[in-house]
T-cell receptor, first 116, second 116 residues
Framework: ETGVTQTPRHLVMGMTNKKSLKCEQH?????MYWYKQSAKKPLELMFV???????ENNSVPSRFSPECPNSSHLFLHLHTLQPEDSALYLC???????????????FGPGTRLTVL | AQSVAQPEDQVNVAEGNPLTVKCTYS??????LFWYVQYPNRGLQFLLK??????LVKGSYGFEAEFNKSQTSFHLKKPSALVSDSALYFC??????????????FGKGTMLLVSP
């Protein structure tokens, strides 16, 4: 595996379910990110981790819970979601937490989440 | 606050013709600007970036972008479009220096459709 991988690629869940999204980067990067992509809206930054430490929680509802056990793995735990949470969830990584300064972000293919 | 605007939801161009995808930005200080492309069922892929120096930046797949400080624009261009260029294009600007980390804020994206 190379780059940034995400599993599952598609997920359908009910409002009372608990599920988790997984992201793994094989690039030796130290920073990882979760984004939400909804149709015709800008990407929304959700969480930023640097060396397993959360450095940004962009006012995300508590029904989304991130976990970064090491610099290669990032999880997004989901519980009691709402239908409006249906979206494409993208994971990204960068060399360090100064993405946008001298290094770019590398994105995974995303998980398409549908909340019924 | 940093922001980018992509005024067109969709751009249509015939194969072989030049293409332009527009982006304007609003930042305090010097801008760091990026273009990403998203193909169907794929994550975002980095195309090019402007940090400093020459206003014309060359990137992947024959794309280039022109930085215009007076017009606060960073339009993406290609001299001759290919059908395979059809995708969703995102302009982005970096932010967050003061917090000791930086990441990107994205525009809402422009769909490019190249007809045979």
């Amino acid at each position: 595996e190379t780059g940034v991988t995400q599993t599952p690629r598609h997920l359908v869940m009910g409002m009372t379910n608990k599920k988790s999204l997984k992201c793994e980067q094989h690039l030796g990067h130290n920073a990882m990110y979760w984004y939400k992509q909804s149709a015709k809206k800008p990407l929304e930054l959700m969480f930023v981790y640097s060396l397993e430490e959360r450095v940004e929680n962009n006012s995300v509802p508590s029904r989304f819970s991130p976990e970064c056990p090491n610099s290669s793995h990032l999880f997004l735990h989901l519980h009691t979601l709402q239908p409006e949470d249906s979206a494409l969830y993208l994971c990204a990584s960068s060399q360090d937490k100064m993405a946008g300064y001298y290094n770019e972000q590398f994105f995974g293919p995303g998980t398409r989440l549908t909340v019924l | 606050a940093q922001s980018v605007a992509q005024p067109e939801d969709q751009v249509n161009v015939a194969e072989g013709n030049p293409l332009t995808v527009k982006c304007t930005y609003s930042v305090s200080g010097n801008p760091y600007l990026f273009w990403y492309v998203q193909y169907p069922n794929r994550g975002l892929q980095f195309l090019l970036k402007y940090i400093t120096g020459d206003n014309l930046v060359k990137g992947s797949y024959g794309f280039e972008a022109e930085f215009n400080k007076s017009q606060t624009s960073f339009h993406l261009k290609k001299p001759s479009a290919l059908v395979s260029d059809s995708a969703l294009y995102f302009c982005a600007v970096s932010f967050g220096w003061a917090e000791g980390y930086s990441t990107l804020t994205f525009g809402k994206g422009t769909m490019l459709l190249v007809s045979p």
